[in-house]
T-cell receptor
Framework: SQQGEEDPQALSIQEGENATMNCSYK?????LQWYRQNSGRGLVHLILIRSNEREKHSGRLRVTLDTSKKSSSLLITASRAADTASYFCATASQTGANSKLTFGKGITLSVRP | DVKVTQSSRYLVKRTGEKVFLECVQDMDHENMFWYRQDPGLGLRLIYFSYDVKMKEKGDIPEGYSVSREKKERFSLILESASTNQTSMYLC????????????FGPGTRLTVT
């Protein structure tokens, strides 16, 4: 029952360019989170945005949330080769005591040196 | 630094064997999760536990069981391994209150031959 759907599935850019990744979801959320996964490793939490927030920044990361459209975007500015990884959005449900996250299938980002 | 560790990075087992994957977290988290990750399918939740000796089925529990005898340890058991259980297995933990940020282990790449 995956809720988050990322777009595009794969993205290839030149070092120094900005990378924009999108996520759509279906139900009401408490928050939306973005994770990064380097090849063959576990996921690492990047940034979280709550349902009452519209934009957050963390270093070169900027995340936006549009609850009316049920969508979020992650922007990585001035990309580096080391940003090459898979990126996942995950949603935390608003209802009940459900503390699970629902992950999307991920976006593969390749940053060419 | 928060830490989730998994007992093995790589594991090769034969069809029909009983397989134990162990996960330990040092953050005193109430929630622990087991996912499997396959190309094109993203992360799929197998089981999760919200307290010692408590467990709930995730999206794909068939062929798996879990054990949580201590708060810091969550084990995934493949009762009789099959080739279609060849996958990357990821363990995660989180607090039981929002925002439910999850911390992941490095993953176990299991091959069943």
């Amino acid at each position: 029952s995956q809720q988050g759907e990322e777009d595009p599935q794969a993205l290839s850019i030149q070092e120094g360019e900005n990378a924009t990744m999108n996520c759509s979801y279906k139900t009401s959320i408490n928050n939306l989170q973005w994770y990064r996964q380097n090849s063959g490793r576990g996921l690492v939490h990047l940034i979280l945005i709550r349902s009452n927030e519209r934009e957050k920044h963390s270093g070169r990361l900027r995340v936006t949330l549009d609850t009316s459209k049920k969508s979020s975007s992650l922007l990585i500015t001035a990309s580096r080769a080391a940003d090459t990884a898979s990126y996942f959005c995950a949603t935390a449900s608003q209802t009940g005591a459900n503390s699970k996250l629902t992950f999307g299938k991920g976006i593969t980002l390749s940053v060419r040196p | 630094d928060v830490k989730v560790t998994q007992s093995s990075r790589y594991l090769v087992k034969r069809t029909g064997e009983k397989v134990f994957l162990e996960c330990v977290q040092d953050m005193d988290h109430e929630n622990m999760f087991w996912y499997r990750q396959d190309p094109g399918l993203g992360l799929r939740l197998i089981y999760f536990s919200y307290d010692v000796k408590m467990k709930e089925k995730g999206d794909i529990p068939e062929g798996y069981s879990v054990s949580r005898e201590k708060k810091e340890r969550f084990s995934l058991i493949l009762e009789s391994a099959s080739t279609n259980q060849t996958s990357m297995y990821l363990c995660a933990s989180s607090a039981s209150s929002p925002p439910y940020e999850q911390y992941f282990g490095p993953g176990t790449r299991l091959t069943v031959t």
